[in-house]
């Protein structure tokens, strides 16, 4: 059984597990009745008898999405409603490959934001607080649903649209804007910038910065730094553009839960469909609950997580800790860049970086490049090699040698073919 369906529920809890049977039940009725993508999955399977047997229905990969729009040009099949319904149109960052296109009606944009309300009540924003989104606006969904849930809630947002980074800080100093929603890495470059302008970010008006768009807001040395960059609380966050916004905050700065009132969770071996044990590391497994316009059922986000069972709900620990492709083998070792992002922040501070790794043999090698002084990169080497047991080489570089980011950021080079 996965994880994210094993141990001791409350009362409480199996009453959730019923209602969202239910309404995982009427979704798939729908998609059967109405999606022609759905319609030659499912094949006719429309009513599980509980969520063991809802667990034999097929995967679904990126690439099932992908084949699906280059086939069905553009938009693909997995619409449930005629196209004249939907309203919102984003697409994927293109991690993986070609980006994917998605479409929400207005009533899916609404579950978009009722997701975000969660994350907003954990953060504890207030009615006067003013909200400062470093943000490009592109089509990449980003903070796009958590703008408007903000306007819904009628709370000032401010965004840094194409403005670049000393205007964006301006516009925070200025505003007096009390949250920052941001990248990690954006939100460290935005405090290396301002120290380098004569700003103190530290004694701004920011008290809570929310986090997404990459792994980072949950890895304890980058989360200390953001914290101590901003003198502000630090929020992190997870969501996919064709999943939905399915990460709640752990006020604790532990990981981030799952919002299991809107999605169905399991945790499977990577490049396998067996459950991993609680606790153990394995690919995100998601189905959302409350966009049956364009839903996914059983889909393998490429995300690799630790999920524990707590009383409180399942916690993905450390939140999102890469992507399943960009794991390494180093003699014998399986390293991710998430760790090696931890003991760069632990030794440099808010210095870029690169990972770059090639394949030598059976064995894959990494070369860290850090726009840092020599002695922080044999720092960082020690730091990997005391914790994980294995040696990577660490190279300083000149400072702004390396690429800056402000959406997702992309420091893993990989040259395995």
Not at 170 to 181: E, I
Not at 367 to 386: G, H, L, Y
């Amino acid at each position: 059984m996965p994880v994210a369906l094993t141990g001791k529920m409350s009362a409480d809890a199996d009453l959730g597990r019923w209602e969202r049977l239910l309404r995982l039940r009427e979704m798939l009725a729908k998609l059967v009745a109405s999606n022609p993508f759905w319609q030659q999955r499912l094949d006719g399977f429309a009513a599980p008898r509980n969520l063991e047997e809802f667990l034999q229905l097929p995967l679904t990969s990126n690439h099932d999405l992908s084949a699906d729009q280059i086939q069905h040009s553009p938009f693909g099949s997995n619409l449930s409603e005629p196209l004249e319904n939907y309203s919102k149109y984003h697409q994927t960052s293109g991690t993986t490959g070609k980006p994917l296109l998605v479409l929400d009606t207005p009533q899916s944009w609404d579950w978009w934001c009722d997701c975000w309300d969660s994350v907003l009540d954990v953060c504890g924003l207030r009615d006067n607080d003013r909200a400062f989104f470093a943000f490009s606006y592109a089509p990449f969904i980003g903070f796009w649903s958590a703008h408007d849930a903000l306007a819904r809630r009628g709370i000032l947002s401010v965004s840094g649209g194409g403005a670049h980074t000393v205007r964006r800080l301006q516009l925070l100093r200025d505003l007096d804007c009390t949250v920052l929603f941001s990248t990690p890495t954006y939100s460290l470059h935005m405090a290396a910038v301002a120290e380098e302008h004569g700003i103190d970010t530290a004694k701004s008006s920011i008290r809570s910065v929310i986090l997404a768009g990459e792994p980072g807001g949950s890895i304890p040395a980058t989360r200390h730094r953001i914290g101590e960059a901003w003198g502000a609380q630090v929020f992190d966050h997870a969501g996919a553009s064709e999943v939905g916004a399915y990460g709640l905050p752990c006020p604790q700065g532990r990981g981030v839960f799952m919002n299991e009132r809107e999605f169905i969770a399991e945790v499977l071996a990577v490049n396998g469909e067996e459950p991993v044990a609680d606790g153990a590391t394995g690919e995100l497994v998601i189905t959302n609950l409350g966009r049956d316009c364009c839903p996914v059922v059983r889909y393998r986000t490429g995300d690799l997580v630790r999920a524990r069972r707590l009383p409180e709900g399942l916690l993905l620990a450390g939140g999102i800790l890469g992507r399943a492709d960009q794991m390494m083998l180093i003699r014998g070792v399986n390293l991710h860049p998430s760790a090696i992002e931890g003991a760069v922040r632990r030794a440099a501070g808010k210095a870029e970086f690169r990972i770059t790794v090639a394949r030598d043999g059976a064995m894959d090698e990494a070369v860290v490049e850090v726009e840092a002084f020599p002695d922080a990169c044999e720092a960082i080497a020690e730091d990997v090699s005391s914790s994980f047991g294995v040696r990577v080489e660490v190279h300083s570089v000149e400072r702004n040698s390396l690429p800056r980011w402000q959406a997702k950021a992309k420091r893993f080079r990989d040259l395995r073919g």
